[in-house]
């Protein structure tokens, strides 16, 4: 069975300051990760995906994520935040096979303060 | 192109009484999922469909919640009778096929509330 933890429930932070939003997985098979973005009365939106190739992946808003196979982690980082980017961070985890569902962790919220 | 619709996207009902809700998934999109969202956790899936049929519904609570996908486009999830605990955020998602590569696409949701 595959599991994702999200390791901070909520991320204060300053606008214009860099931000991690940790997440690790557990799975026995190959893995897709995904991070997907949840503003307010919305539904999920995908930010970025690692399906193969390059472990580190990048948004069109800024944010990049690495995938680290050693520590079984997915982190997000964005140097730089807005306002705007305040809202629920999900990470979740798929693999192939009889593996396909999509496993979500309990999300994290970025408040980006002024 | 068009995304997830869902409707409605509030309802709020009394336990005991019935209760559903609709969503028409992207154009071409095979797989259709439903998921229940309950505060200050992630999704988790209740059913999924390739076209027109159940591939899992392992975590959906049959002896209330009912789902069809009439003719492999749109989709209802019923809820008869509801529960406290059925309070919660309904969304539905669609994707091209069912292979755990493939990205989902979200609807807004459905938010219940249960009095």
């Known amino acids: 069975a595959q599991s994702v933890t999200q390791l901070d429930s909520q991320v204060p932070v300053f606008e214009e300051a860099p931000v991690e939003l940790r997440c690790n997985y557990s799975s026995s098979v190959s893995v897709y990760l995904f991070w997907y973005v949840q503003y307010p009365n919305q539904g999920l939106q995908l930010l970025l995906k690692?399906?193969?190739?390059?472990?580190l992946v990048e948004s069109i808003n800024g944010f990049e994520a690495e995938f680290n196979k050693s520590q079984t982690s997915f982190h997000l980082r964005k140097p730089s935040v807005h306002i705007s980017d305040t809202a629920e961070y999900f990470c979740a985890v798929s693999g192939s096979g009889s593996n396909y569902k999509l496993t979500f962790g309990k999300g994290t919220l970025l408040t980006v303060n002024p | 192109e068009a995304g997830v619709a869902q409707s409605p996207r509030y309802k709020i009902i009394e336990k005991r009484q019935s209760v559903a809700f609709w969503c028409n998934p992207i154009s071409g999109h095979a797989t259709l999922y439903w998921y229940q969202q309950i505060l200050g956790q992630g999704p988790k899936l209740l059913i999924q469909?390739?076209?027109?049929?159940?591939?899992?519904d392992s975590q959906l609570p049959k002896d209330r919640f009912s789902a069809e996908r009439l003719k492999g486009v749109d989709s209802t999830l019923k809820i008869q009778p509801a529960k406290l605990e059925d309070s919660a955020v309904y969304l539905c998602?669609?994707?091209?096929?069912?292979?755990?590569?493939?990205?989902?696409?979200f609807g807004d949701g459905t938010r219940l509330s249960i009095l």
């Open positions: 469909f390739q076209n027109n049929g159940v591939v899992d």
């Open positions: 998602a669609s994707s091209l096929g069912g292979g755990g590569a493939r990205p989902q696409h």
């Open positions: 690692y399906l193969s190739g390059s472990t």
